[in-house]
């Protein structure tokens, strides 16, 4: 009976220990999710017009999910809100609950970024308005970005800017793999987040999301300096393994590293472990070709002599 009630207390402890460290830290995730939409789109080896994501597919993405836990999830590749209403519901079934939805409708009325939280955002912004110069006329960012502001521990408050930049694909012969829109849209994307972060007294932020592009590359570029000012910096992100890719294309069998986190300067230093994660349970190329990537944001510590 001792040895039951022993085996019991560490049991309450372990769990008070996780829920501790866990109220310590917010859980940021940014998953693309491969078209979770209806579309043109061969199911096995069958090709299957107007059809929506396999619930095999819906399965694993949910199981990802539900292996990090995130508390604030921005998304990729959505459909319509219904589709984002579905998902919510889903996770709910199984027990994960965000009680808050954001959806943006854009230039791109197919594919859409959005956000579920457990976290009541403290300010939603949808900039859908944003535009640049390209090839002798004005285009407008395809999917736009979300601005949702959240309220920490201490008061303070930090921003999630959500991006979910052009594809390779074009069909504009001047501009192969679409190289210089996609830099152009980061552009105009990085130019709101100043005037929304750092020109309104603002430093602590994060750009999430699918940059289409390489760590290295002008598109990235784009938000680690503007001249001579710094902004942010990517957050290195592994699997279990050590591998830091998060696509597959399949038809190329190419693996790279396009999703991911940009952190403002001063958000850097509570980046737990400096680093992020990336998901690679059994099957996880099965619910999209994109792998989840998630960081740990830890609470600034109380003011010394606070009280409650």
């Not at 105009?188 to 430093?203: K, M, P, Q, V, W």
């Amino acid at each position: 009976m001792r040895f039951v009630l022993s085996q019991w207390c560490l049991l309450l402890t372990a769990v008070f220990c996780q829920q501790s460290a866990h109220a310590k830290s917010i859980r940021l995730a940014t998953y693309n999710l491969n078209n979770y939409l209806v579309m043109d789109r061969h199911v096995g080896a069958v090709w299957r017009p107007s059809y929506p994501k396999p619930e095999a597919d819906k399965a694993i993405i949910r199981q990802v999910i539900k292996q990090a836990l995130p508390d604030i999830l921005a998304v990729q590749e959505i459909g319509t809100l219904p589709f984002l209403e579905e998902l919510r519901a889903d996770l709910a079934q199984e027990g994960v609950h965000y009680p808050y939805a954001i959806h943006l409708t854009a230039a791109d009325q197919v594919r859409h970024v959005a956000v579920l939280s457990k976290l009541s955002p403290a300010a939603v912004v949808k900039h859908n308005d944003l535009d640049f110069s390209y090839q002798d006329g004005r285009k407008r960012v395809k999917r736009g970005m979300l601005e949702l502001s959240f309220e920490r521990t201490d008061g303070s408050v930090f921003k999630l800017f959500v991006v979910h930049l052009k594809s390779r694909w074009t069909d504009v012969k001047a501009d192969p793999e679409s190289q210089q829109r996609r830099s152009r849209e980061a552009e105009a994307c990085r130019n709101r987040i100043i005037e929304r972060s750092y020109d309104l007294g603002l430093t602590d932020f994060v750009v999430v999301g699918d940059f289409n592009d390489h760590p290295a590359s002008a598109t990235l570029r784009r938000f680690y300096r503007k001249g001579d000012f710094d902004i942010g910096a990517l957050v290195p992100a592994s699997d279990s393994r050590g591998e830091h890719w998060t696509y597959f294309y399949h038809k190329q069998v190419v693996y790279s590293l396009v999703d991911g986190f940009v952190v403002s300067g001063s958000l850097t230093p509570q980046v737990v472990a400096g680093a992020g994660h990336i998901v690679d349970i059994p099957g996880v190329l099965l619910g999209s070709d994109h792998r989840m990537v998630y960081l740990d944001l830890a609470e600034p510590e109380p003011a010394l002599g606070a009280t409650d």
